[in-house]
Structure formats: C-alpha cells, structure tokens
C-alpha cells in the first residue's frame, strides 16, 4: 500500500468530490486513525516504515497542514479511536514492539500535550472501530 500525507475534506451539507485541505506532517500507511472535536481533527499513528507515535492536529474552519500535537506512549498501528466534543480516546492496536494491546489513552483536544493513560480494554485487540455519542465511548 502507498504513503499518504493527504487530507481531503467534503461539505456534508452539498454532495460533491473531496477538495485538498492540506499534508499530514509525513506519509503514513494503513493503521493510523482519527478523532475530532467541532474545531479540531487529530490523526495519529500510522507506519512510515516504522510505526509511529504521533498526534498532530488540523484546525477544521481552516485548510492547512497538520501541526504537532503531541505523542503516543509508543507507535501503534490499527488503533480505535472516539471522542467527545472535548476528549479524545484511543484504544487496543498493534504495539511497536507487534503485539496486540488493551491498552486506552486520551488527550484533551482543545490543547497540545502527550496522551495519558486511562485504563484497559477488557482484552487486547486490533484492526477495530471505535464509536462514541459525546458521553462514552464503544471500542
């Protein structure tokens, strides 16, 4: 599979083709993922190569690049990841050192900062969705 440093974005309220918002800060493959608050989108994770701990964010009323947000306990690949309109949570996935994980960190998307443990998934898993209606989450 191909290295993307796209982001693309549509408005949801007229159907139409995907314009160009900006770069993520390097080419990633499979298994990053994605959460978002109203005002912004944060991509993490990823492989490059090697799996990655990044977290950079977008501001979402504006196109531009991703900017540095922070990092991941360690890189991941094929992470969930739900979010409120102030939290952001990501869970389980394939660990750098290639083991599934049960692991769950957050940050708090209105700021910048290193995400930070918040407990366990009852097993470890990988290559999973996650969900969340702004009061919990579902990975």
């Known amino acids: 599979m191909a290295k ?5 974005y549509i408005t949801t309220a007229s159907a ?3 314009t160009d918002f900006g770069n993520l800060t390097a080419a990633r ?3 990053g993922g994605s959460i978002s608050s109203t005002t912004r989108g944060l991509f993490y994770a ?3 190569g090697s799996r990655v701990d990044v977290i950079e964010y977008i501001t979402i009323a504006s196109t531009g690049n991703g900017s540095d947000f922070g990092d991941l306990d360690t890189g991941y690949v094929n992470i969930a990841g739900a979010s409120s309109k102030i ?3 990501v869970a389980g996935g394939f660990s750098a050192a290639d ?3 049960n692991i769950i960190q ?7 900062g290193n995400a930070a443990d918040f407990g366990d998934l009852l ?3 990988n290559s999973h969705t996650g969900d969340s209606n702004g009061h919990g989450g579902i990975a």
């Open 4 to 8: 993307r440093d796209t982001i693309d």
């Open 16 to 18: 139409g083709n995907a």
């Open 29 to 31: 493959d499979a298994g």
């Open 46 to 48: 990823g492989n490059t």
């Open 87 to 89: 939290r952001g949570l």
């Open 99 to 101: 083991a599934a994980v």
């Open 106 to 112: 957050f940050v708090t998307i209105a700021t910048t």
């Open 123 to 125: 097993g470890t898993t």
